[in-house]
């Protein structure tokens, strides 16, 4: 594979954003001496014992997450990126930020009213984090905001894509948008006045509502006081202006203005002294009690329900809202003036995301490609089946299609051979071709065994529906196991083939989702190896029987073998560069955070072993430590796609293994959920995958390097290089080419 240099549009000036922890406490230092093996490889050696329990040599996990989501803003400044993609990077930091407060922020204010902080494995305790996250997430908010009103908005209306402010409406525009108002708003909006007959209503997680002020007296007597209008979620957040009433583009006016400019209408007689939007953000976390549930699908029917309604994490207001409003509010929601976020522009700014399909600017947007297919399917022209019997298939989304695992699924639903498929589902969509295949094969008379894993956080009631359906068709449905998630990605196929049954299989490290299929990076293998298929087999077993834990041959899986497998890896790794052989460790996944698993890298980091880690989001880790990590380096990929797969390649003395996984290293990965990880037996797909992380490590274009201060800095090409960008080489590597 040729590395692609790009020649993209200039590159916005290199950024180094703020630190994970700061301020950051020294780490403890050791003295190194170097000792010279046989071979002439150089490796460092503690002379002292470093204490690699030690809280300065971790990250805290929230603030690094924080740090993620600051990556993701910093796409909407690069000028690299297409104009409404750099809009879609903000819009994804401020869902990625409301689902923040919903978990992260909620779990700690829980600990802290249950008095049951304990301090992570860098010794903050959670009211620690929460005064930090606090400061930082106003000052992210502030900033989010300034891009959006003075670089972002200003762009596109250069382009011909215009949110009017109230103040710019022309006179025909204001007729067109009370017109509007009366016949689209008005007869769905319910305004409530505040009085002891009428209490503070329940408002809905992430709702916009305006809060009014009001004077005189209304046709009961009423003095006015304060009134609620929660803002109907059936309607639009962008109202599209007609064209013959503008410009030309296209320009949107947005609910919150014109709902501010005919509140008055709601209240009539009465004087509207001050109307402001705000949004509550409350936990949505969903807490099912494991020993106490007998029904797993109708505990979480009525969770679904509260989560609309649980506690108060975050208030957004309107920056021009009088403080005595903004504290009646904070009164009424039960929070802090730290918790009070004021801003300059929609207060639900996610739902901007709905521009994307409301403009036809392509030339605005990355431009579309076909994902390519391997060569072994593209020359096979009879069963799917025949092409993964020859040699097992790997499949690289989005660069390579996801169709080829749906042709297998509807192949085995029609094919009068195909005994039975087992499938889990974690996230698969609403409207899933993975799942008309399994209603079709159930239907065919196959024996259709399917795990859903309800718990997938905010698709449960997506995959209730899945399993209602599944179960309509005459599908085994499965919820796993109560008290762990199956997270584990695969398929499994039994055909009738001679007489005698064949399996094979589908393992891989993203959802079965077509949409996320194009837009995360995931890889996943075709195989009908039957050693490793058998082994597919025995983890369906164990999660829709019961029994002992069964040997695997080929596969590791958690939460029984996957973590001291991969523990006892990284220390052979350590124990042949204690021997002065060469020693190398490359890890992509999405977040690091077990300790033991950190604690292994270090102590192998300090035996010589040069590892690189390809970190997308949270890393506690700290690279470049001396005496405990100077041999580790990390780096974190934000780009086009979001890095999703999670591979673990390791030396081994020359007889390299390459493992690719469903899990991160984290604790919920390796102790509380079921997943697998899966060895590429076939050197020319170990190869190629190895080939693939080096690209990502030659990547100048996309990459920001983590420094043992918690800063981040954007990689950029030195003096005469070209620009790298992984995913484009990867893209011109194995989409299809056009034509």
Same mark, same amino acid.
């Given at each position: 594979?040729?590395?692609?240099?790009?020649?993209?549009?200039?590159?916005?000036?290199?950024?180094?954003?703020?630190?994970?922890?700061?301020?950051?406490?020294?780490?403890?230092?050791?003295?190194?001496?170097?000792?010279?093996?046989?071979?002439?490889?150089?490796?460092?050696?503690?002379?002292?014992?470093?204490?690699?329990?030690?809280?300065?040599?971790?990250?805290?996990?929230?603030?690094?997450?924080?740090?993620?989501?600051?990556?993701?803003?910093?796409?909407?400044?690069?000028?690299?990126?297409?104009?409404?993609?750099?809009?879609?990077?903000?819009?994804?930091?401020?869902?990625?930020?409301?689902?923040?407060?919903?978990?992260?922020?909620?779990?700690?204010?829980?600990?802290?009213?249950?008095?049951?902080?304990?301090?992570?494995?860098?010794?903050?305790?959670?009211?620690?984090?929460?005064?930090?996250?606090?400061?930082?997430?106003?000052?992210?908010?502030?900033?989010?905001?300034?891009?959006?009103?003075?670089?972002?908005?200003?762009?596109?209306?250069?382009?011909?894509?215009?949110?009017?402010?109230?103040?710019?409406?022309?006179?025909?525009?204001?007729?067109?948008?009370?017109?509007?108002?009366?016949?689209?708003?008005?007869?769905?909006?319910?305004?409530?006045?505040?009085?002891?007959?009428?209490?503070?209503?329940?408002?809905?997680?992430?709702?916009?509502?305006? +809060?009014?002020?009001?004077?005189?007296?209304?046709?009961?007597?009423?003095?006015?006081?304060?009134?609620?209008?929660?803002?109907?979620?059936?309607?639009?957040?962008?109202?599209?202006?007609?064209?013959?009433?503008?410009?030309?583009? #296209?320009?949107?006016?947005?609910?919150?203005?014109?709902? @501010?400019?005919?509140?008055?209408?709601?209240?009539?007689?009465?004087?509207?002294?001050?109307?402001?939007?705000?949004?509550?953000?409350?936990?949505?976390?969903?807490?099912? #009690?494991?020993?106490?549930?007998?029904?797993?699908?109708?505990?979480?029917?009525?969770?679904?329900?509260?989560?609309?309604?649980?506690?108060?994490?975050?208030?957004?207001?309107?920056?021009?809202?009088?403080?005595?409003?903004?504290?009646?509010?904070?009164?009424?929601?039960?929070?802090?003036?730290?918790?009070?976020?004021?801003?300059?522009?929609?207060?639900?700014?996610?739902?901007?995301?709905?521009?994307?399909?409301?403009?036809?600017?392509?030339?605005?947007?990355?431009?579309?490609?076909?994902?390519?297919?391997?060569?072994?399917?593209?020359?096979?022209?009879?069963?799917?089946?025949?092409?993964?019997?020859?040699?097992?298939?790997?499949?690289?989304?989005?660069?390579?299609?996801?169709?080829?695992?749906?042709?297998?699924?509807?192949?085995?639903?029609?094919?009068?051979?195909?005994?039975? +498929?087992?499938?889990?589902?974690?996230?698969?969509?609403?409207?899933?071709?993975?799942?008309?295949?399994?209603?079709?094969?159930?239907?065919?008379?196959?024996?259709?065994?399917?795990?859903?894993?309800?718990?997938?956080?905010?698709?449960?009631?997506?995959?209730?529906?899945?399993?209602?359906?599944?179960?309509?068709?005459?599908?085994?449905?499965?919820?796993?196991?109560?008290?762990?998630?199956? @997270?584990?990605?695969?398929?499994?196929?039994?055909?009738?083939?001679?007489?005698?049954?064949?399996?094979?299989?589908?393992?891989?490290?993203?959802?079965?989702?077509?949409?996320?299929?194009?837009?995360?990076?995931?890889?996943?293998?075709?195989?009908?190896?039957?050693?490793?298929?058998?082994?597919?087999?025995?983890?369906?077993?164990?999660?829709?029987?019961?029994?002992?834990?069964?040997?695997?041959?080929?596969?590791?899986?958690?939460?029984?073998?996957? @973590?001291?497998?991969?523990?006892?890896?990284?220390?052979?790794?350590?124990?042949?560069?204690?021997?002065?052989?060469?020693?190398?460790?490359?890890?992509?996944?999405?977040?690091?955070?077990?300790?033991?698993?950190?604690?292994?890298?270090?102590?192998?980091?300090?035996?010589?072993?040069?590892?690189?880690?390809?970190?997308?989001?949270?890393?506690?880790?700290?690279?470049?430590?001396?005496?405990?990590?100077?041999?580790?380096?990390?780096?974190?990929?934000?780009?086009?796609?979001?890095? @999703?797969?999670?591979?673990?390649?390791?030396?081994?003395?020359?007889?390299?293994?390459?493992?690719?996984?469903?899990?991160?290293?984290?604790?919920?990965?390796?102790?509380?959920?079921?997943?697998?990880?899966?060895?590429?037996?076939?050197?020319?797909?170990?190869?190629?995958?190895?080939?693939?992380?080096?690209?990502?490590?030659?990547?100048?274009?996309?990459?920001?390097?983590?420094?043992?201060?918690?800063?981040?800095?954007?990689?950029?090409?030195?003096?005469?290089?070209?620009?790298?960008?992984?995913?484009?080489?990867?893209?011109?590597?194995?989409?299809?080419?056009?034509?």
């Amino acid at each position: 594979m040729t590395v692609k240099k790009t020649t993209s549009a200039p590159r916005a000036p290199k950024r180094r954003t703020s630190s994970v922890n700061e301020p950051v406490a020294s780490a403890p230092k050791a003295t190194l001496r170097v000792n010279q093996s046989k071979n002439g490889v150089r490796k460092r050696l503690p002379a002292d014992p470093v204490n690699l329990d030690h809280p300065d040599l971790y990250f805290n996990r929230e603030l690094s997450h924080l740090q993620f989501n600051v990556r993701v803003l910093e796409q909407s400044l690069d000028s690299s990126h297409p104009l409404l993609n750099r809009l879609l990077f903000l819009l994804i930091f401020s869902s990625n930020l409301d689902e923040f407060f919903e978990i992260r922020v909620a779990g700690l204010k829980r600990q802290v009213a249950l008095d049951r902080e304990k301090p992570g494995v860098d010794g903050m305790r959670p009211r620690d984090v929460l005064k930090e996250i606090s400061l930082r997430c106003h000052e992210l908010v502030d900033r989010q905001y300034r891009i959006l009103n003075e670089l972002l908005f200003p762009a596109l209306e250069q382009e011909g894509i215009r949110f009017i402010r109230r103040d710019q409406w022309t006179p025909q525009q204001n007729d067109w948008i009370e017109s509007f108002f009366k016949q689209e708003i008005l007869p769905v909006i319910s305004p409530i006045g505040l009085d002891p007959s009428h209490p503070f209503p329940r408002l809905v997680n992430k709702s916009l509502n305006f +809060i009014v002020s009001l004077e005189g007296k209304d046709a009961f007597g009423r003095e006015g006081g304060l009134a609620i209008l929660p803002a109907p979620r059936s309607l639009s957040r962008l109202v599209r202006i007609p064209d013959d009433l503008c410009e030309s583009g #296209d320009n949107f006016v947005f609910l919150s203005s014109v709902i @501010h400019a005919h509140a008055e209408q709601l209240f009539p007689g009465m004087k509207v002294k001050g109307c402001y939007q705000f949004r509550l953000t409350r936990n949505a976390d969903l807490s099912v #009690d494991h020993e106490e549930v007998s029904d797993l699908a109708s505990a979480l029917k009525g969770e679904l329900l509260s989560r609309r309604y649980g506690d108060a994490v975050r208030l957004e207001v309107a920056d021009n809202c009088p403080d005595e409003l903004a504290s009646f509010l904070l009164r009424q929601f039960g929070l802090s003036d730290d918790e009070l976020y004021r801003v300059n522009g929609p207060v639900n700014l996610n739902r901007l995301m709905a521009v994307m399909g409301l403009v036809n600017r392509p030339d605005l947007q990355y431009p579309p490609f076909t994902p390519g297919l391997p060569k072994a399917l593209r020359k096979e022209e009879g069963s799917i089946f025949n092409a993964i019997r020859q040699n097992d298939i790997l499949l690289h989304q989005p660069f390579e299609g996801f169709s080829p695992v749906e042709d297998l699924l509807r192949e085995a639903a029609s094919d009068p051979d195909v005994v039975a +498929i087992k499938q889990t589902l974690y996230r698969t969509g609403a409207d899933s071709s993975i799942v008309n295949a399994l209603v079709e094969a159930a239907r065919n008379g196959k024996e259709v065994t399917v795990v859903i894993e309800l718990r997938a956080r905010f698709d449960e009631a997506d995959n209730l529906t899945l399993a209602s359906r599944l179960q309509e068709a005459g599908a085994i449905v499965i919820y796993g196991v109560v008290a762990y998630k199956t @997270h584990a990605k695969m398929m499994h196929l039994l055909r009738r083939e001679e007489g005698e049954l064949r399996h094979y299989a589908h393992l891989g490290t993203g959802n079965y989702h077509a949409k996320t299929a194009r837009l995360y990076t995931d890889y996943g293998l075709l195989t009908s190896n039957q050693v490793l298929c058998e082994d597919v087999h025995k983890v369906f077993l164990q999660l829709c029987g019961m029994g002992q834990v069964l040997n695997m041959q080929q596969l590791l899986h958690a939460p029984f073998t996957l @973590h001291k497998s991969l523990v006892e890896k990284i220390e052979r790794e350590a124990e042949h560069a204690k021997a002065g052989k060469k020693a190398r460790i490359v890890i992509k996944t999405n977040s690091v955070t077990e300790p033991k698993l950190i604690k292994a890298l270090y102590k192998a980091s300090q035996a010589g072993v040069q590892i690189d880690m390809i970190v997308r989001g949270i890393c506690c880790l700290k690279p470049g430590v001396p005496g405990v990590s100077e041999n580790i380096k990390v780096r974190s990929i934000i780009g086009r796609f979001l890095e @999703h797969t999670r591979v673990f390649s390791f030396y081994n003395d020359g007889q390299e293994e390459t493992w690719c996984a469903s899990a991160d290293f984290m604790e919920r990965n390796m102790f509380h959920r079921v997943e697998t990880c899966f060895p590429l037996l076939e050197n020319r797909l170990a190869t190629r995958v190895r080939k693939d992380l080096e690209t990502y490590l030659l990547d100048n274009c996309q990459s920001w390097s983590l420094a043992s201060d918690g800063s981040y800095t954007l990689n950029q090409p030195g003096e005469n290089q070209g620009e790298v960008s992984a995913q484009e080489t990867l893209l011109a590597a194995y989409a299809e080419k056009p034509s």
